[in-house]
């Protein structure tokens, strides 16, 4: 298993502002992932961490937007820039199990941000 | 990844079987079938998944018809704690684990 901590769990924050997210690992993984779930709705990913080169954004997302880093292989933070209420979401980190290749991921409990 | 197909919302009484159904009728044949829940106010939480066998873990049974159209989770004796939002989602070897959520079964267990 994997044990995530993501901080803040929870933070309200003013228009124009950014807010950084961090996600810590207790063992080191491959692959991180960063998600989206805005109220009453599924989750969305926003992109693809990878150790030691830049994050992959899904279609929607951008780097100046939701920038990613990716020290080393048990940390990654997201940072959320120039806040609007529309950033107002959860967002949750998420890492591969181990390298077996199993697809079963765990997930963070997410940061939940309100932006006023 | 193929598109899945999900109830908005069932009930099922404590103690009873939780049979929650996903249809995937668009799925390639190397593409897997994961199960995971989410409860209120928490992350994702893995159940199980399979790729065309019947698969059981100490959570849930996942059952898949023979032309892996279709599939069911089952929930043997379901419990208060049970009461969360299913998802379905259907992901290929290749694709680097993203999971696509859908809007998935939100699952209540009444007393």
């Known amino acids: 298993s994997a044990v995530i901590s993501q901080k803040p769990s929870r933070d309200i924050c003013q228009r124009g502002t950014s807010l950084t997210i961090q996600c810590q690992v207790d063992?080191?993984?491959?692959?991180m992932f960063w998600y989206r779930q805005q109220p009453g709705q599924s989750l969305t990913l926003i992109a693809t961490?990878?150790?030691?080169?830049?994050?992959?954004?899904e279609s929607g997302f951008v780097i100046d937007k939701f920038p990613i880093s990716r020290p080393n292989l048990t940390f990654s933070t997201l940072t959320v820039s120039n806040m609007s209420p529309e950033d107002s979401s959860i967002y949750l980190c998420?890492?591969?199990?181990?390298?077996?290749?199993?697809?079963?991921?765990?997930f963070g409990e997410g940061s939940r941000l309100t932006v006023l | 990844d193929a598109k899945t197909t999900q109830p908005p919302s069932m009930d099922c009484a404590e103690g009873r079987a939780a049979n929650l159904p996903c249809n995937h009728s668009t799925i390639s044949g190397n593409e897997y079938v994961y199960w995971y829940r989410q409860i209120h106010s928490q992350g994702p939480q893995y159940i199980i998944h399979?790729?065309?066998n019947n698969e059981t873990n100490e959570m849930a049974s996942l059952i898949i018809t023979e032309d892996r159209k279709s599939s069911t989770l089952i929930l043997p004796h379901a419990t208060l704690r049970d009461t969360a939002v299913y998802y379905c989602i259907v992901m290929g070897g290749g694709s680097n684990y993203k999971l696509t959520f859908g809007k998935g079964t939100l699952l209540t267990v009444n007393p």
């Open positions: 961490a990878n150790q030691g080169s830049e994050a992959t954004y």
């Open positions: 063992s080191q993984v491959t692959m």
């Open positions: 399979g790729l065309k």
């Open positions: 998420s890492v591969e199990k181990d390298f077996s290749g199993s697809g079963e991921l765990f």
